[in-house]
């Protein structure tokens, strides 16, 4: 399924302001360095960036928000569209990729700076293991989508699922499994529930482990 993409930036020993210098000496159109709306941002403006792109063909009119994530690493943490209320999965990726293909490229070019962009796909499998992934559409696909996990052979079914995603340590968004259900042919409002059932599953799971 399609998700948002994610871009991190390794300073790797490059100061941050050094970093936000490279990137707007080398920026060009549509990009702009957006400095009064990092000095909005408040106390953290001296280690915030923003820049901003007019619409074209290739990119929506966004914002695009770069913060501390942690050690020396900074990531892209919002694109916040000026001219419509939201972005689709494509026109955030697309704006993202522009802004790494055209800005984030050129700027860290011949230094130590690094940068990873994220895939715009996920699955269960590719999070929490083939296990999982298996057990899920073994339950999906079985179960009554009407009654969710009640039924005592779908619980036993959809509690394999749980205890494998949490036997697998996996990052594993709620979200996700949400998605999931629902492209599985699940309703929004039970997709929901078994999704509620899941992040408890996950905390007291992990509550029993750490005891």
Same mark, same amino acid.
């Given at each position: 399924?399609?998700?948002?993409?994610?871009?991190?930036?390794?300073?790797?020993?490059?100061?941050?302001?050094?970093?936000?210098?490279?990137?707007?000496?080398?920026?060009?159109?549509? $990009?702009?360095? #957006?400095?009064?709306?990092?000095?909005?941002? @408040? *106390?953290?403006k001296e280690r915030s960036v923003c820049f901003e792109a007019i619409e074209n063909s290739s990119v929506?009119? /966004?914002?695009?928000?770069?913060?501390p994530y942690k050690d020396e690493t900074l990531w892209v943490s919002n694109i916040v569209p000026t001219e419509v209320s939201e972005l689709t999965y494509d026109q955030y990726n697309s704006t993202l990729e522009n802004f790494y293909r055209n800005v984030i490229l050129p700027a860290i070019d011949?230094?130590?700076? +690094? /940068? %990873?962009? +994220?895939?715009?796909?996920?699955?269960? @499998?590719?999070?929490? @293991?083939?296990?999982?992934?298996?057990?899920?559409?073994?339950?999906? *696909?079985? /179960?009554?989508?009407? +009654?969710?996990?009640?039924?005592?052979? %779908? #619980?036993?079914?959809w509690l394999e699922f749980l205890v494998l995603v949490h036997k697998a340590k996996s990052?594993? %968004?709620?979200?996700?499994?949400?998605?999931?259900?629902?492209?599985?042919? $699940? *309703?929004?409002?039970?997709a929901i529930e078994l999704g509620i059932q899941f992040e408890f599953a996950e905390d007291l799971l992990s509550y029993i482990q750490g005891r």
């Open positions: 399924m399609k998700i948002f993409r994610d871009l991190y930036i390794h300073l790797n020993g490059v100061d941050v302001n050094t970093f936000s210098e490279l990137l707007e000496n080398t920026s060009k159109k549509p $990009w702009v360095r #957006r400095k009064d709306k990092e000095e909005e941002l @408040g *106390s953290n929506s009119a /966004a914002a695009l928000f770069i913060f011949g230094t130590a700076i +690094t /940068a %990873d962009l +994220t895939s715009d796909q996920i699955s269960i @499998g590719s999070v929490a @293991g083939n296990e999982a992934e298996k057990a899920f559409i073994q339950f999906s *696909s079985s /179960a009554n989508k009407s +009654t969710g996990s009640s039924h005592p052979s %779908d #619980r036993k079914r990052d594993l %968004d709620t979200d996700v499994v949400i998605r999931a259900l629902v492209e599985q042919g $699940w *309703s929004e409002e039970k």
